[in-house]
């Protein structure tokens, strides 16, 4: 049995200053709002308590609880005074994990976890000026993961990942034309339900001379997910599969390479990102 335990205090305070002002056609300058404001972290203690367990040199197991935050900040001052800071984030995690050795050459790993997030920092829009923002919902992620590392054969490594993923945010309101709508939960953006990857790297010797050629590939198959707060279906991306390959050279001496790549092996067209500015 092994226990980790830690504990940080940090002390941060963040200030921010400045003005903004209008441009009248006729070239007047009408003064705006001023800023001069400074926040203090409100919640500075984060730390971490694990317990592992080794019923035998291969297996390895653990449960781990830790609480971390990201300091709160400041949103532009075009925005409405109550869009212009946001608070702390806090977020307490869960885990459950594995990892076993399945002889020399293959390594099993597998977690489950949960998130607790009060005050997530979440990605917003103002659709009438146009000024992204950050605001606090609460939200909580449940997930799992598997990791499959091997080699098959001297010269050859295989991986493969299994991920799932349930995120929700909690309590969103949007206003559109003037009318306030109320969201009781959205799926967190960036947050694909389930991915899989795969790797295959093959060393292949040029003769006896230490010359060799690394070949390798990757894929990720990525499932549907959202990149607005309030889900706008005709932002949501669907599934993709993205696909890299390389051939490298390495000299006997490896001190330099040559490598050539296809990167989007597929042609997949997908989106990196999106915002609805519609009013």
Same mark, same amino acid.
Do not use: C
């Given at each position: 049995?092994?226990?980790?335990?830690?504990?940080?205090?940090?002390?941060?305070?963040?200030?921010?200053?400045?003005?903004?002002?209008?441009?009248?056609?006729?070239?007047?300058?009408?003064?705006?709002?001023?800023?001069?404001?400074?926040?203090?972290?409100?919640?500075?203690?984060?730390?971490?308590?694990?317990?592992?367990?080794?019923?035998?040199?291969?297996?390895?197991?653990?449960?781990?609880?830790?609480?971390?935050?990201?300091?709160?900040?400041?949103?532009?001052?075009?925005?409405?005074?109550?869009?212009?800071?946001?608070?702390?984030?806090?977020?307490?995690?869960?885990?459950?994990?594995?990892?076993?050795?399945?002889?020399?050459?293959?390594?099993?790993?597998?977690?489950?976890?949960?998130?607790?997030?009060?005050?997530?920092?979440? =990605?917003?829009?103002? +659709? !009438?000026?146009?000024? @992204?923002?950050?605001?606090? %919902?609460?939200?909580?992620?449940? $997930? &799992?993961?598997?990791?499959?590392?091997?080699?098959?054969?001297?010269?050859?490594?295989?991986?493969?990942?299994?991920?799932?993923?349930?995120?929700?945010?909690?309590?969103?309101?949007?206003?559109?034309?003037?009318?306030?709508?109320?969201?009781?939960?959205?799926?967190?953006?960036?947050?694909?339900?389930?991915?899989?990857?795969?790797?295959?790297?093959?060393?292949?010797?040029?003769?006896?001379?230490?010359?060799?050629?690394?070949?390798?590939?990757?894929?990720?198959?990525?499932?549907?997910?959202?990149?607005?707060?309030?889900?706008?279906?005709?932002?949501?991306?669907?599934?993709?599969?993205?696909?890299?390959?390389?051939?490298?050279?390495?000299?006997? =001496?490896?001190?330099? +390479? !040559?490598?050539?790549? @296809?990167?989007?092996?597929? %042609?997949?067209?997908?989106?990196? $990102? &999106?915002?609805?500015?519609?009013?």
């Amino acid at each position: 049995w092994r226990l980790v335990a830690g504990l940080r205090y940090t002390d941060e305070t963040r200030r921010a200053s400045g003005e903004s002002w209008t441009e009248l056609a006729d070239g007047t300058i009408v003064p705006g709002d001023t800023r001069d404001q400074e926040r203090k972290m409100d919640k500075p203690l984060s730390g971490k308590l694990a317990l592992e367990f080794r019923p035998s040199d291969s297996v390895l197991a653990y449960a781990s609880v830790n609480r971390g935050t990201k300091s709160g900040g400041f949103n532009s001052i075009e925005l409405p005074p109550e869009n212009r800071e946001f608070s702390d984030e806090r977020l307490t995690a869960f885990e459950l994990g594995t990892k076993i050795s399945l002889g020399a050459a293959t390594t099993l790993n597998a977690a489950a976890f949960y998130y607790d997030y009060n005050g997530y920092q979440l =990605r917003n829009l103002d +659709q !009438a000026l146009l000024e @992204v923002f950050i605001n606090n %919902n609460d939200a909580e992620v449940y $997930g &799992g993961e598997v990791e499959l590392f091997t080699r098959p054969a001297r010269n050859l490594d295989l991986a493969l990942g299994l991920s799932l993923l349930d995120a929700t945010v909690f309590d969103l309101y949007r206003e559109v034309s003037g009318q306030v709508f109320h969201f009781p939960e959205r799926v967190m953006q960036q947050a694909p339900p389930f991915t899989f990857n795969a790797a295959v790297t093959w060393r292949l010797p040029l003769g006896s001379s230490g010359r060799r050629l690394d070949l390798h590939t990757n894929f990720n198959w990525v499932d549907a997910q959202q990149y607005t707060a309030y889900n706008d279906p005709s932002l949501e991306q669907e599934p993709y599969l993205y696909g890299y390959a390389s051939v490298t050279y390495r000299p006997r =001496r490896d001190n330099w +390479q !040559a490598f050539i790549w @296809v990167k989007n092996l597929f %042609n997949e067209e997908y989106r990196r $990102g &999106g915002d609805d500015v519609s009013l």
